[in-house]
């Protein structure tokens, strides 16, 4: 997850540019950019960081719509992932670290 913040000359002049990914996006203004650049990062942490916990839970010590959850976030790495889903997914790994 590697980021930068720029600023870059296109055709309309001075603007600022963000590059996450190979991808970079130009704004007016720095207050903007960065806001982007924060906001997408937090995003891209906390899909990470579900991944991982959606990895390591085990199956068989869940309920039906439990295991559905997690199957259906594992199945595209949580890409998209809600914060209601994010904090369900917390509570089911905390659980389960207290159980073991």
């Not at 055709?11 to 963000?18: H, I, N, P, R, S």
């Not at 039906?64 to 914060?83: F, M, Q, W």
Request: proline share 2%; hydrophobic share 35%; net charge positive.
């Amino acid at each position: 997850m590697r980021a930068k913040i720029y600023q870059a000359h296109n055709l309309y002049g001075k603007c600022w540019a963000v590059k996450i990914s190979d991808k970079p996006l130009f704004f007016e203004c720095f207050e903007d950019a960065h806001r982007y650049m924060s906001k997408t990062l937090k995003r891209m942490y906390k899909e990470a960081s579900a991944f991982s916990m959606a990895r390591t839970v085990s199956a068989n010590m869940l309920n039906l719509a439990e295991k559905d959850l997690v199957r259906k976030l594992c199945r595209n790495k949580c890409k998209g992932i809600t914060p209601k889903q994010f904090g369900y997914l917390k509570g089911i790994h905390e659980r389960q670290q207290r159980e073991w």
